[in-house]
């Protein structure tokens, strides 16, 4: 059996619109609008024609009656003028009158005038009389003397001298005995007589009754009261029968006219019918029916258009509805997420005792195992038993009791989704619950994922800072409640930088994850060893004892763990580490302060020559506080520095080469050529001049400002300074020199260190061939790409590049031929023991070949003796700087050694022996 709505979804769509109520009325609602119509124009065309018939009817009634009436008058009027006649022709003309008055034969005065002309046109006797005058030239005169008829003539309606009232003249021809003319009897007659039967109620306001003459000229009009004479009245158009109306004269109005013959008279009898009143009840009707008929239509209209505006609400609605429940259908079919459709069943007692599954869509059969068809109008219970257990049943009752949404995520336990997590959001609706399931699985990994990249490092896999503190904040708390103890300590590898910056990143990376997971293996599964980041790690020991010499064992294992070789690809590399150990609560009762305290320590193991532990005491945190009150000193002084250039700059004076208390400045050291003994360059090395601890040596203060990165601005400072100063020596008219300043790793790796440097260029003057830039190798290892684009930006701005401490690092040879540098720097370390020691000897040698063959000139550093000064020259070394030739000197030494070698250049080697 085909259900309604299935009849609905096979008809065609243009039908089922059609067919809504509110297309579909106002269609069927044109059929009683025409035939509102239709009806009433039916009616008022009967009306019309009835209307019309009822006007011709009154037309030739009116016309029969009055035809019969004016033709009794004309026979009476004619009758007179025989009797006259007679009379005349019977006792002559002045007696004919008379005679007939005697025998009361003559009509009454009042209504005819009766007169009686001889044949000279004297009147000779009237009725009533009246004074005799002349007719001889009146037409109907003429017409009788002249004519020898006898028909009745009828003068056209004048007046004339014997009475001036308006009248017409009825005449006859009078013969005497022998037929000749002898007079004419003449009978006058008020207009009005003719037109006296004229009725209002039947003719109305425009009735028309007149009578006209076969000339074409009215004797007497009547139209309502007003009685007219004279006008042009055409025949021609007027029949017997009024057709039609037609506009007749005198006033052009439209009549239904008719006209008749009076028999024996030459005179036409014509009754008109306005038209506006014959029709006047008529168009009254008319009025009266559209009137009808159009407040019926409007009616009719007004309800279709009341009901189809309801009706298209309504479809429109349904419509939305429909379109809402596709869409939703679309949307649940193309969800990730399940839907259940659920229905409340209750008990005898009203509670809910299950649910009933009204519809779902396909994706809930990855949930339930069942297919939705087979799942729709099971009972949940029945269907899926496990949806009592899993919380699902206790939220469905709540959602529906209490109406409002319930959201939960938990893992599958049973199901085809057992173990994966499962988030639901159960919504009230109308007699139940709708139930959305959606695995979240994957978001519950990643989120999984992303708490554990939050809380461990990345590279060795242990817990980072944040983990670390919570654990530590934990211990802390245990201990407080238990009135126990915890060890924390810092580690710090010794030499890993050099690992790092030397080998490589990878190396450095491959280095900590091994150190971690021995130191790891050291430890018990409830100690945590985290990693802070770089090269420092933490350990937790929550069980520690009160004593710290109990903590010996375990930190004397790691540290030994920590130095027993790394295998790192071919080469196997060895670090130890520096450890800081603080107790709780001996050494602070909180987190913050442990770890403080724990950091000092290390800072002195590592103060202490590394690869050791030492326990926190009181005076350690002294020096950690000494560190900044440095670090403040040294930005004050950079401050002052600056503040004392621009002074000095704004005062257009040279700055002072010399710094006073507070302040930073430079010393220079020469560079010999080994072979002519020839001062070409100096290096320019920085001192500080500390308000209380006099010269502070740069190895003290340069790491610290690496460190906070106070090295930028003080590096700067550096080269603008050499490089003023360099060019100050040139325009003295001196030996030009080469100045080298130093560069740090934090410097070099500083994006604007080439703009900075070409600025200093700028600023000074000073030729760019005229500065050197001196890097350490392990600088230039850190990031090798980089180092190589940046040195040859360098390079390309005409600055030349030396590498320092040559042979302390881990330069690949092949880095090296790629490095755009133009001098070696043998370390000094080499050079010390170069007249004892073969090993130093033959590095130094082995540097010089090497920078020879890559064509780089080689300079030997820290040559104190002249044994080493020989063998270096010996071994063909190209340069040399040393205390042997001059140490660290201020610029003006400098200008006097220049001045010494331009006077004579072998002065200047004692010049600068005697000074040293
Ligand atoms: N980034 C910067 N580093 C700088 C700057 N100025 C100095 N430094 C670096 O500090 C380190 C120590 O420098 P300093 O105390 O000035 O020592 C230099 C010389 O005084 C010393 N030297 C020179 N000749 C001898 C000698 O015959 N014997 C001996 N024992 N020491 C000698 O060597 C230091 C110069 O070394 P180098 O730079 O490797 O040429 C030092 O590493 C400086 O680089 C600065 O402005 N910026």
Redesign the pocket.
């Known amino acids: 059996m085909t259900s309604p709505a299935a009849s609905d979804r096979c008809r065609p769509r243009w039908l089922a619109r059609a067919l809504e109520t509110h297309v579909a009325l106002p269609l069927f609602a044109v059929l009683p609008l025409l035939a509102i119509w239709v009806a009433t124009f039916h009616f008022i065309e009967t009306e019309r024609r009835a209307a019309v018939g009822a006007a011709r009817d009154a037309v030739r009634e009116q016309l029969e009656t009055y035809e019969a009436q004016v033709a009794r008058n004309l026979n009476a009027i004619d009758q007179t003028l025989k009797v006259i006649k007679y009379s005349v022709e019977l006792n002559g003309t002045h007696a004919a009158l008379p005679t007939l008055r005697a025998e009361e034969l003559l009509p009454p005065g009042l209504v005819f005038q009766v007169s009686v002309a001889d044949r000279d046109g004297a009147i000779v006797d009237s009725n009533p009389s009246m004074p005799a005058h002349d007719v001889s030239r009146a037409p109907y005169f003429t017409v009788h003397a002249n004519g020898s008829g006898h028909a009745v003539f009828v003068s056209q309606t004048v007046g004339d001298t014997a009475r001036s009232e308006p009248h017409l003249h009825f005449t006859r021809r009078i013969e005497d005995g022998h037929g000749r003319f002898a007079g004419v009897a003449i009978v006058e007659v008020d207009p009005a007589y003719f037109t006296s039967s004229y009725e209002r109620s039947r003719g109305g306001e425009l009735g028309l009754l007149a009578l006209v003459g076969s000339d074409g000229v009215a004797r007497a009009v009547r139209i309502g009261d007003k009685v007219s004479w004279g006008q042009p009245i055409a025949l021609d158009g007027i029949g017997e029968e009024a057709l039609a109306p037609q506009p007749t004269a005198p006033d052009g109005i439209e009549r239904y006219a008719g006209a008749r013959r009076l028999a024996g008279f030459p005179l036409t009898a014509v009754v008109g019918l306005a038209d506006s009143e014959q029709m006047a009840q008529y168009e009254q009707h008319y009025g009266t029916y559209l009137v009808g008929a159009t407040a019926a239509s409007s009616l009719l209209v007004a309800v279709v258009a009341m009901i189809s505006a309801w009706s298209w609400q309504v479809a429109k609605a349904r419509r939305r509805e429909r379109q809402a429940q596709q869409t939703y259908a679309a949307a649940s079919e193309a969800s990730p997420d399940a839907f259940f459709v659920l229905r409340s069943v209750t008990g005898a007692d009203g509670t809910i005792v299950d649910f009933l599954v009204e519809g779902s869509n396909s994706r809930s059969e990855l949930f339930t195992g069942i297919a939705s068809e087979a799942l729709r109008g099971q009972l949940l219970g029945d269907a899926l038993p496990y949806y009592r257990t899993n919380g699902m049943w206790e939220h469905l009752v709540q959602v529906v009791l209490e109406q409002r949404v319930i959201e939960a995520e938990w893992q599958a336990a049973s199901g085809p989704t057992a173990g994966r997590w499962l988030q639901r959001q159960i919504v009230p609706v109308e007699g139940g619950a709708v139930a959305m399931v959606r695995d979240i699985t994957e978001r519950k990994l990643a989120e999984e994922r992303i708490r554990h990249m939050a809380h461990h490092d990345e590279l060795t896999g242990l817990p980072n800072r944040s983990l670390i503190r919570d654990r530590l904040d934990q211990a802390v708390r245990n201990a407080q409640r238990n009135g126990g103890h915890l060890a924390l300590a810092f580690v710090d590898l010794d030499g890993f930088k050099l690992v790092n910056d030397g080998l490589g990143h990878n190396a450095g990376d491959e280095l900590l994850k091994v150190v971690g997971s021995r130191m790891e293996a050291c430890l018990r599964r409830t100690d945590t060893l985290g990693r802070l980041g770089g090269d420092e790690f933490v350990i937790l020991l929550p069980e520690a004892g009160e004593s710290p010499l109990a903590l010996t064992p375990v930190l004397e294992k790691i540290r030994q763990a920590v130095t027993e070789p790394v295998q790192i690809g071919d080469q196997a590399v060895r670090v130890s580490c520096s450890m800081g150990v603080v107790v709780y609560p001996r050494d602070g009762e909180d987190p913050k302060t442990l770890m403080m305290n724990a950091d000092a320590a290390m800072y002195r193991a590592k103060d202490l020559g590394s690869n050791n532990f030492q326990f926190y005491t009181r005076e350690m945190n002294a020096s950690v506080e000494a560190k900044l009150v440095m670090l403040e000193d040294m930005r004050r002084a950079l401050d002052t520095t600056l503040a004392d250039e621009t002074h000095d700059a704004t005062d257009g004076q040279a700055p002072a080469l010399q710094a006073p208390a507070g302040r930073f400045h ?2 220079y ?1 020469p560079k010999v050529d080994l072979r002519t003994g020839r001062l070409f360059g100096v ?5 500080w001049r500390h308000p209380e601890h006099g010269i502070v ?3 003290r203060f ?1 790491g610290l ?2 460190e906070s990165g106070l ?1 930028v601005g ?2 700067e400072w ?1 080269v603008r300074t ?1 490089c003023r100063q360099a060019q100050l020596w040139r325009a003295a008219g001196l030996d030009p020199l080469t100045v ?5 790793a934090r ?1 070099f790796e500083e994006k604007r260190l080439v703009d900075r440097i070409a600025g200093a260029l700028r600023d000074t003057g000073l030729p760019p061939c005229a500065l050197d830039l ?1 890097v ?1 190798e392990s600088l230039l290892m850190r990031d090798l790409n980089q180092a190589i684009e940046r040195m040859r930006e360098l390079k390309e701005m005409g600055v030349t590049l030396s590498i ?2 040559f042979g302390t690092g881990y330069s690949s040879l092949s880095a090296l031929k790629s490095f755009p540098i133009s001098t070696l ?1 043998i ?2 370390s080499f ?2 023991d170069l007249a004892s020691s073969s090993d130093d000897q033959a590095i130094a040698l082995a540097v010089i070949s090497l920078g020879h063959r890559l064509h780089l000139r080689v300079i030997a ?4 003796t002249v044994e080493q000064r020989d063998f270096l020259l010996a071994n063909d070394c190209d340069e040399m ?4 030739f001059s ?2 000197v201020p610029a003006e030494r400098i200008t006097e050694m220049l001045q010494a070698q331009q006077r004579q250049p072998r002065d200047v080697a004692q010049l600068a022996g005697a000074r040293a």
Do not use: C, F, H, W
């Open positions: 430079l010393l050291q290096e320019a090395l920085i001192r040596p740069p190895m340069i400002a690496e090295i003080l590096g550096v050499a080298s300043v130093n560069v740090s410097q001196e350490t320092d401490d720097k370390d000094k050079v010390r550093e820290g040559v104190e700087q040393g205390y042997l140490p660290p």
